[in-house]
């Protein structure tokens, strides 16, 4: 992990419920189809759902004599650790129903998405409804969470995919005053920003999605995310760009459009910008790329 490198933790239930509880802020308890979003990857506790009778440990959560210790799980490795397996499974007994749950932790570009994650609570839920909602989030995990499933290569990357659908999905959330948001049409622009960069965007039509005047939504964007809209979508496209040429066989010359630019001469401009070097040598300098040709989920 680099200097700009941050870490998000999520955790999907596949069976039963669990209680989620992070550092400094109130516990989730979230039943099956259920995401819990770390997105700063906080030090958290995973526990069995409390039950009539049991007496709160000092720490809050219930751990009467028998019942199986809580899962402690640091949501930031030290410096020299391995960030760990970018999927797994957690299995969870207790004295009702087991709980399963699929664990995924990714690494991230803390420069693109830090207005994003430091306006989110240290943990999010989205519930069973939002998760099915959204096709990206829903069947990709789905295809980690599938019987017999190895772990591959791909790994890191579909867990990425999660986290930024995630992400998009808790920006969206209609509860402004949670998220930090001054309206909640900049959740819509967010969101649309964040899973939908490809379409040709303005600043006009941004603002229509947001059900805001041009110069409202300016305002309020800017004091939301710290950016302007057109800025903010320079960004989520060049991040997008960077790890296709990174990650993925994807030719070169597809790469402009895939994100959502029509000119090739600006996209070259606006990736040089942001990282320093050409979209062909910052392949070239890729130290993970996979030559396979990119399959859409």
Excluded: K, N
């Excluded at 009467?64 to 007994?93: H, Y």
């Excluded at 096709?135 to 990709?140: I, V, Y």
């Excluded at 309206?183 to 969101?191: D, E, T």
């Excluded at 040089?272 to 396979?292: I, K, N, V």
């Amino acid at each position: 992990m680099d200097a700009v490198t941050a870490r998000a933790v999520l955790h999907y239930v596949l069976d039963g419920g669990c209680r989620i509880a992070a550092a400094g802020t109130a516990p989730l308890d979230p039943a099956g189809g259920e995401l819990v979003l770390l997105p700063a990857a906080t030090r958290h506790r995973i526990s069995p759902l409390p039950v009539a009778g049991d007496a709160p440990a000092p720490d809050g959560h219930p751990a009467p004599p028998g019942r199986p210790a809580p899962t402690d799980l640091p949501g930031m490795p030290g410096p020299t650790s391995p960030l760990g397996p970018a999927v797994r499974i957690l299995a969870l007994d207790g004295p009702g129903p087991p709980a399963r749950l699929l664990s995924l932790r990714t690494g991230y570009d803390r420069r693109t998405v830090r207005p994003l994650v430091s306006a989110l609570p240290r943990a999010v839920l989205l519930d069973r409804r939002r998760v099915e909602g959204a096709p990206l989030l829903r069947d990709t995990l789905r295809l980690l969470a599938a019987p017999g499933r190895r772990a591959g290569p791909g790994d890191r990357l579909l867990a990425l995919r999660v986290f930024e659908a995630a992400l998009a999905l808790a920006a969206a959330a209609p509860r402004p005053s949670e998220a930090g948001y001054p309206h909640p049409g900049i959740g819509r622009s967010v969101a649309a920003i964040e899973t939908r960069y490809a379409e040709p965007w303005t600043v006009d039509t941004l603002a229509r999605e947001a059900g805001m005047s041009r110069s409202s939504f300016t305002a309020a964007f800017r004091e939301a995310v710290g950016t302007s809209p057109a800025r903010h979508l320079t960004a989520r496209r060049i991040r997008e760009a960077a790890r296709l040429l990174a990650e993925t066989g994807l030719p070169q010359s597809a790469v402009p459009a895939r994100v959502g630019y029509r000119s090739r001469v600006g996209f070259h401009l606006a990736f040089r910008t942001a990282y320093g070097t050409t979209p062909g040598e910052y392949r070239a300098a890729s130290p993970r790329r996979d030559r396979r040709p990119l399959r859409r989920l």
